[in-house]
């Protein structure tokens, strides 16, 4: 079954204690990207990549940082977290631009809280 | 920098109404537009995607218009069901050729509530 999935789905821990959120496709997409939903702020993008090694800031990269040293994984890296990361987080991946039918499919999310 | 607008941002209708969703962007150099939809607690769900040089897509009672130009997209749901309820977004995508062509850049969305 062609997917994303996110790892953990949920998570709560303190300021400054580094996590890393992980993400995978196994659909061989180039694109992946990583992106924040808070209310009244709708849907940010944080970093993207459109192919393994090649990485990019999106509008609210501060705090964050990603890898994409192999295709099908992008883990989302907070070095010290703290509480105005608290979020739902979103991974998700394409085809790339020279490729139809590029449409982003979503993980199911991960809930993170952070004390 | 790319601003994405959807209006309204909340919509209550009665079961088996035609109702259309709009979403306006400010930069019309876009790669694409793409509609998708959330279900409460839920990832989302992509609906329709619509190159820069189309016009509309359509999926089942689903029918996507965008007006690259003017800069603007709408999403047509035929004789609603209970079971549209849900979340529904847009967003661009940066031009291809650009430095901005990975960037996606998303509405607020509109809340819709079908009642029987």
């Known amino acids: 079954e062609a997917q994303v999935t996110q790892n953990p789905r949920y998570l709560i821990t303190v300021t400054g204690k580094k996590l890393t959120v992980t993400c995978s496709q196994n659909m061989n997409h180039e694109y992946m990207s990583w992106y924040r939903q808070d209310p009244g702020l709708g849907l940010r993008q944080i970093y993207y990549s459109m192919n393994v090694e090649v990485t990019d800031k999106g509008d609210v990269p501060e705090g964050y940082k990603v890898s994409r040293k192999e295709k099908r994984n992008f883990p989302l890296i907070l070095e010290s977290p703290s509480p105005n990361q608290t979020s739902l987080y979103f991974c998700a991946s394409s085809r790339n631009r020279d490729r139809v039918g590029n449409e982003q499919f979503f993980g199911p999310g991960t809930r993170l809280t952070v004390l | 920098k790319q601003e994405v607008t959807q209006i309204p941002a909340a919509l209550s209708v009665p079961e088996g109404e035609n109702l259309v969703l709009n979403c306006s962007f400010t930069d019309s150099a876009i790669y694409n537009l793409q509609w998708f939809r959330q279900d409460p607690g839920k990832g989302l769900t992509s609906l329709l995607l619509?190159?820069?040089?189309?016009r509309e897509q359509t999926s089942g009672r689903l029918n996507a218009s965008l007006d690259k130009s003017s800069g603007r997209s709408t999403l047509y749901i035929a004789a609603s069901q209970p079971g549209d309820s849900a979340t529904y977004l847009c967003a661009v995508r940066g031009n291809a050729g650009g430095t901005s062509y990975g960037k996606l850049t998303f509405g607020q969305g509109t809340i819709l509530t079908v009642h029987p």
């Open positions: 619509i190159q820069s040089s189309q």
